[in-house]
């Protein structure tokens, strides 16, 4: 969904047919019908408008489980996706490379990049 700034409709400088300056700005204002929501103006921005369809797709298909260190890793299996919260460097590249040898997924992480992050 494309967000339009107050005003942008009327004004060049606000980015009427100028892509680059189509910028978004929160609408401001004591009697601003944009910032409160009204109905028959642009939408503003807020939390749900946009979702990682990619990201959504794997969450419903796989149960979430949360790791916090190896032992907690050998008890998840291939129907599971591996979320990493609250853990330091170290405890995290050892369950990389012990989730890139069980071959499990884990969430928003790459570990082979991860990895070739970490020996550098």
Known sequence: M???????????????K???????RNPTGRHN?????????PATVSIGYRKNKDDRGKILNKVPVLVTN???????GKNNLILIG??????K???MKKAKEMKLEIHKLNPDKFLKREKK
């Open 33 to 41: 019908k944009m910032r409160k929501k009204r109905k028959g103006y």
């Open 70 to 76: 190896l032992r907690e890793l050998e008890t998840a």
């Open 2 to 16: 494309k967000f339009l700034r107050r005003g942008s409709i009327r004004h060049s400088k606000l980015g009427k």
């Open 86 to 91: 609250k853990v330091g460097k170290k405890r």
């Open 18 to 24: 100028r892509k680059k300056k189509q910028v978004w």
């Open 93 to 95: 590249t050892d369950i």
